[in-house]
């Protein structure tokens, strides 16, 4: 008999392994991978290209006029990874940089765009078998959701990962810099107003700082499988 499909939401703070492991399942189960985090870079993309995000400022006023020209999409390149993107045009790249990352973290806190990502997230989720990652997935993407995974790790372990990905572009990171960034973002994404950072109360959490790849994709399919087993009961 074909599995009924659920959707997966994976929390958790920054450098935390979540799309690691939201991709592990999505490749496990045959489920759609999505990168919500992606979405709010994507805009921040925008924003930038139209100078309504600079160091100093945000012009909200034209990026809520324009908040809803932007669409957003995905799709899977020939090696098989996930691209982003904007308005037909593939930004996967532009997206990733330090720039953006910053923007999207600024323009992350304004509650319009939470409201029209969030709103396309849902449209994205509606059909179920989908596995979606980010900081409110579980608490107000999809607050229905039949499994809720939480990750959390030390902030030295997650700068010390963030260290390691720098240095291997070949970067010259001070690590103090990195750990300093990594609690700074860890106090702005769980203390915005707006939909901040927290575990949804039926989410399992867990801490990774000491799990390796496998043993963590292990633990979350055990969790799928429970539920999806007591579903069929039900
Ligand atoms: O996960 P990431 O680093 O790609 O996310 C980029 C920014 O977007 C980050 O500052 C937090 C924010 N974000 C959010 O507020 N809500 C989400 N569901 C996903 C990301």
Known sequence: MQQK?????????????KSTIAKGLAKELG???????????????YALRNGWLTPEA?????????ISDMVITFKTNARGE???YLNGENVEREIRTLEAANGASRI??????????????QHLGKEKGVVMDGRDIGTVVFPDAELKLFL????????????????????????EEVLANVKER???????????????DDAFELDNSHIGIDEQLQWA???YYKITANNEQN
């Open 5 to 17: 499909k659920i959707n997966i939401a994976v929390d958790g703070f920054s450098s935390c392994g």
């Open 31 to 45: 489920y759609t991978y999505i990168d919500s985090g992606a979405m709010y870079r994507a805009v921040a993309l």
């Open 58 to 66: 945000i012009n909200e006023e034209q990026l809520q006029k324009h």
């Open 82 to 84: 996930q691209e982003t």
């Open 108 to 121: 992350s806190a304004l509650p319009f765009v939470r409201r029209e990502l969030v709103r396309q997230q």
């Open 152 to 175: 959390t790790a030390s902030p030295e372990v997650r700068a010390r990962r963030r260290f390691d990905e720098m240095k291997a572009r070949g970067e010259e990171p001070l690590f």
């Open 186 to 200: 860890d106090l702005r994404d769980t203390t915005r107003a707006e939909s901040p950072l927290r575990k949804a």
């Open 221 to 223: 399919l055990d969790r």
